[in-house]
Each structure stands twice: as C-alpha cells, then as structure tokens.
C-alpha cells in the first residue's frame, strides 16, 4: 500500500461482465494504508452501518480479495480504450 500521500492516484480499471465475483467479497470495501507506526485499516459498508477492521487476519483477507479483483479486470489502458468506446457509442 502506498506510504505517502504525496504521490496518491487514482486508476480505474473495469471487471470484465463474464468474470464472478471471488468467493469472500461481503460487499464494497476500502483497503486504507497509514505511515507507520499505524496499522493498516479495512473499511466496509453494510446496510445502515459501517465496520472498521485493524487486524492483520482482516487486513490480509480483503488484501487478497482485491488482488483477486485487480486480477479479473482489464489494464488501466484496456479499460480507458474501452470507456471511450462506450461513451462515443452513447453518443451516435
């Protein structure tokens, strides 16, 4: 995870329609990294509320479904193409 927060971006990558959803995800979810000596924090929406997850059984577990997730999409060049594509056909 980054350490900085200097450096922070953004990349939007699109899943690709055919692909399922890997077995653990609960819902949508953020991954948060902090400087040191900080631990590195889940956070996860359900319904009405929120839940915060700081250990590293957590941690690990929604770090390796969104490698799961980042593995299942197309690049960041393939998804721009893509999202271009769709948008000029929106628009004929």
């Known amino acids: 995870m980054p350490t900085s927060t200097s ?51 957590e941690v690990d577990h929604y770090t390796e479904v969104f490698d799961h997730l980042r593995a299942r999409t197309l690049g960041p060049l393939e998804t721009h193409a893509r999202l271009t594509s769709l948008l000029k056909e929106k628009r004929t």
């Open 7 to 57: 450096a922070q971006t953004t990349e939007v990558r699109r899943i690709r329609r055919w692909n399922p959803a890997p077995s653990g995800l609960d819902g949508p979810f953020v991954l948060m990294g902090f400087p040191d000596p900080n631990p590195e924090v889940v956070w996860m929406e359900n319904g009405p509320n929120s839940v915060y997850f700081e250990g590293a059984d």
